[in-house]
């Protein structure tokens, strides 16, 4: 049972151009986001998050947009550069509470991934 | 900071034998460390939590005879596979949640770079 989903394995964007990269969740449970960068061979490294109290969070060129209706998200790369080629996973999680002293004890579930390449 | 390291990076072993994996946090205590597994083309999948001091919480259809977690410090998590059998050839990566730090990033894992097993 695939919770998070990422329908697209590939994308392929030509430089300077928006990326959109998109991810569906089955779970109402989960209310806070994440968006990894994955290269061959190594471990994902965070990009940005958003909780579900907010609809969009914004980092340099990176935003991530979500509509918990439609339990939808999307992350926007703006401007596309050669060095976002990579694997981008989505993943889910659910909030510990509003006062914990222990943060990112919650397990992630990830999506399937897409691969993005950026056409110089 | 958040440096998160395995080793080995990459292993081959016969079918039979036991490979044992190590995850450290460099510079930060890590009360939870988590184990990923991931097959070529396929989502992280979560094998198992493992906090320090206590017995690891493994995900459905993982066996925890065969995937032994220990996670004897705050820096150290170890997953040791045993009898190990071709279809456990996997990239196996870990993460680890950085301790009670009030006020940083909620929920940021930091994953190490992974170790590729290969059994024979």
């Known amino acids: 049972d695939q919770q998070v989903k990422q329908n697209s394995p590939s994308l392929s964007v030509q430089e300077g151009r928006i990326s959109i990269l998109n991810c569906d969740y089955t779970?109402?449970?989960?209310?806070?986001f994440l968006w990894y960068k994955k290269y061959p061979a190594e471990g994902p490294t965070f990009l940005i998050s958003?909780?579900?109290?907010?609809d969009k969070n914004e980092d340099g060129r990176f935003t991530v947009f979500l509509n918990k209706s439609a339990k939808h998200l999307s992350l926007h790369i703006v401007p596309s550069q050669p060095g976002d080629s990579a694997v981008y996973f989505c993943?889910?999680?659910?909030?510990?509470?509003?006062?914990?002293?222990?943060?990112?004890?919650?397990?992630?579930?990830f999506g399937t991934g897409t691969r993005l390449t950026i056409i110089p | 900071g958040a440096v998160v390291s395995q080793h080995p990076s990459w292993v081959i072993c016969k079918s039979g034998t036991s490979v044992k994996i190590e995850c450290r946090s460099l510079?930060?205590?890590?009360?939870?460390m988590f184990w990923y597994r991931q097959f070529p083309k396929q989502s992280l999948m979560l094998m198992a939590t493992?906090?320090?001091?206590?017995?690891?919480?493994?995900e459905q259809g993982v066996e925890k005879d065969k995937f032994l977690i220990n996670h004897a410090s705050l820096t150290l998590s170890t997953l040791t596979v045993t009898s190990a059998h071709p279809e456990d050839s996997s990239f196996y990566i870990c993460?680890?949640?950085?301790?009670?730090?009030?006020?940083?990033?909620?929920?940021?894992?930091?994953f190490g770079p992974g170790t590729r097993l290969t059994v024979l």
């Open positions: 993460s680890a949640a950085n301790a009670g730090t009030s006020g940083t990033s909620y929920n940021e894992q930091f």
């Open positions: 779970n109402s449970m989960f209310d806070y």
């Open positions: 958003i909780s579900s109290i907010k």
């Open positions: 993943a889910a999680s659910r909030h510990p509470g509003e006062y914990i002293s222990n943060f990112g004890n919650e397990k992630l579930t």
């Open positions: 510079d930060f205590q890590a009360t939870t």
């Open positions: 493992s906090n320090e001091g206590s017995k690891a919480t493994y």
